[in-house]
């Protein structure tokens, strides 16, 4: 099992940059893709960014070249490093870990954190 607590959200100004971080424990963290979703005010939850077990990225359509994921295996630790903010990407975020799957649809996450959220003014 693998819990997951995020931090580092917060109100940033337009064009401005934060960096979120998911902790995990449980020591099979490696194993897992790890990925991040968003949902704003009556909208859906939708696909960030997700890194593989073996380091491999992928990215939501909207974040063009925005945002950076990473992971620290030996820190149980992913991070969001997101750059050039935008009002839209206002949202609570939430990363999640997975084995199987479609990494875009978070049915394929078994494991949630609580979110974090962010708030990007214009």
């Known amino acids: 099992q693998v819990q997951l607590v995020e931090s580092g959200g917060g109100s940033v100004q337009a064009g401005g940059s934060l960096r979120l971080s998911c902790a995990a424990s449980?020591?099979?963290?490696?194993?897992?893709?790890i990925g991040w979703f968003r949902q704003a005010p009556e909208k859906e939850r939708e696909f960030v960014a997700c890194?593989?077990?073996?380091?491999?990225?992928y990215y939501g359509d909207f974040v063009k070249g925005r945002f950076i994921i990473a992971r620290d295996n030996a820190k149980n630790t992913v991070y969001l490093q997101m750059n050039n903010l935008k009002p839209e990407d206002t949202a609570d975020y939430y990363c999640?870990?997975?084995?199987?799957?479609?990494?875009?649809?978070?049915?394929?996450?078994?494991?949630w954190g609580q979110g974090t959220q962010v708030t990007v003014s214009s």
């Open positions: 890194i593989s077990s073996s380091g491999r990225t």
């Open positions: 999640s870990a997975g084995r199987f799957g479609t990494i875009t649809d978070l049915r394929s996450y078994h494991y």
């Open positions: 449980g020591r099979t963290f490696s194993s897992y893709y």
